[in-house]
C-alpha cells in the first residue's frame, strides 16, 4: 500500500510549470477581449510559477491598436496529481490600457452616470 502512494508524490517531484500553448493563449484572449484569432498579436509572453500553479502574463495588441494586459492562471501538475486531474486552466483575464505599452493605465471605466455627466 505503502508503495501506490508513493508513486504519485515521485511523479510529482517531476513536476514543473506548464507552459500553454500559443494557440490556447490566442483562443482564450479572443474570446477574453472579443476580436477573432489574427486580429490581435501577442508579445512579453512570462511564464512563472511550479508544480502547484502557474501563471502566464502576456500583452496583446490589436490592429487597430487596442493593448491589453492579460494573464491565464494554470493549475499545475502537482494539483493535476492531487486532484486526479480534475483541476484545470482558466480563462484569460486581459485589462485594456492606455496609450502605448511603456505608458500603460487602465482605461477609465465608462458607467450611466459618467456618461450622464459628459465624463466619457
Known amino acids: 500500500m505503502k508503495k501506490l502512494l508513493l508513486i504519485p508524490m515521485v511523479l ?4 514543473t510549470g506548464v507552459k ?5 493563449i490566442d483562443k482564450k484572449t479572443s474570446f477574453s477581449i472579443g476580436r477573432e484569432i489574427g486580429q490581435f498579436s ?7 510559477g511550479g508544480a502547484a500553479t502557474s501563471k502566464t502574463t502576456y500583452d496583446a495588441r490589436t490592429k487597430d ?13 502537482l494539483t493535476k496529481v492531487v486532484t486526479f486531474g480534475m ?4 480563462d484569460a483575464v486581459c485589462a485594456q490600457m492606455e496609450g502605448n505599452a511603456s505608458k ?4 477609465p471605466a465608462c458607467n450611466d452616470l ?3 455627466a459628459g465624463q466619457c
Do not use: H, M
Not at 500603460?104 to 482605461?107: E, G, I, L, V, Y
Open 12 to 15: 510529482a517531484c517531476g513536476c
Open 20 to 24: 500553454l500553448k500559443p494557440e490556447d
Open 42 to 48: 501577442v508579445s512579453n509572453v512570462v511564464n512563472e
Open 65 to 77: 491598436g487596442a493593448f491589453y494586459k492579460c494573464y491565464i492562471v494554470d493549475s499545475g501538475c
Open 87 to 90: 483541476s484545470g486552466t482558466s
Open 104 to 107: 500603460s493605465k487602465p482605461a
Open 114 to 116: 459618467l456618461r450622464a
